[in-house]
């Protein structure tokens, strides 16, 4: 099991910047698949990166390929989201989890607010 807090969330301008934490409690970190997902006012829950549990495998959904950078300190039990060139449309409540392929497998934390004004 994995349980996950998110900090880092904020307002920004467009084109600004922001890095999300997720600091990650659990035996099995270590050993765990981990991503990022938004949640944006009125839409589902989507995915937007995941890294593998030694960090050699990345992906990223399209909207934020080369904008955003996912990584991790297995020795802090923690999981990273560089978000550069931020646009309104990445404003959502972003979570992390442990992920099976791309699927989420525990329950979500309370995740961390961005908000980009245009």
């Known amino acids: 099991q994995v349980q996950m807090v998110e900090s880092g969330g904020g307002l920004v301008q467009a084109g600004g910047s922001l890095r999300l934490s997720c600091a990650a409690s659990?035996?099995?970190?270590?050993?765990?698949?981990m991503g990022w997902f938004r949640q944006a006012p009125g839409k589902e829950r989507e995915f937007v990166a995941a890294?593998?549990?030694?960090?050699?495998?990345?992906d990223y959904s399209d909207s934020v390929k080369g904008r955003f950078t996912i990584s991790r300190d297995n020795a802090k039990n923690m999981v990273y989201l560089q978000m550069n060139t931020l646009k309104p449309e990445d404003t959502a409540v972003y979570y992390c989890?442990?992920?099976?392929?791309?699927?989420?497998?525990?329950?979500w934390g309370p995740g961390a607010q961005v908000t980009v004004s245009s």
């Open positions: 890294i593998s549990w030694s960090g050699g495998t990345i």
């Open positions: 989890n442990a992920v099976g392929g791309l699927t989420p497998l525990y329950g």
């Open positions: 659990g035996r099995t970190f270590s050993t765990s698949h």
